[in-house]
């Protein structure tokens, strides 16, 4: 079984976080500053450098279960994605409350302000995987 690359998508900023093929090593990557190709480009990268077979993207919900306003932008991404990486499996899972999730788990560890805005993408990429692997990987 290969790694996993968790993406919290962003027009401006997007949070990457990886998972080894166990599940057991899960880490945040990087704050992609770009969007289009240019961001394409950047997580195609890390499935070359790593051994990614799973690619899993946020997919913004509301509190009442209802997509949010910018499902539909992340869904087209979405199949920009699998077009570009047609090798890896993509999965859209429930990323509500992971930026506040991330940034309660910054302020834990020490980050404020500015240090805590650079990290926040990866943080909440990396909570959104880690909730991911404690439901069971669902699809």
Request: charged share 30%; aromatic share 6%.
């Amino acid at each position: 079984m290969g790694g996993v690359l968790a993406i919290d998508y962003g027009e401006k900023k997007t949070g990457l976080a990886i998972a080894d093929g166990l599940r057991i090593v899960v880490r945040p990557l990087e704050v992609v500053r770009a969007s289009g190709d240019d961001l394409l480009d950047r997580i195609a990268h890390h499935t070359d450098e790593h051994p990614i077979d799973t690619l899993l993207l946020g997919l913004p919900i509301h509190m009442d279960g209802e997509e949010g306003s910018r499902a539909a932008a992340v869904r087209t991404f979405g199949e920009r994605l699998l077009a570009r990486l047609p090798r890896q499996s993509l999965h859209l899972f429930d990323e509500r409350l992971t930026t506040k999730e991330a940034e309660s788990r910054l302020f834990e560890a020490g980050y404020r302000g500015q240090d805590m805005r650079a990290l926040k993408d990866s943080w909440a990429a990396w909570v959104l995987l880690t909730s991911w692997i404690s439901a069971g990987e669902p699809t």
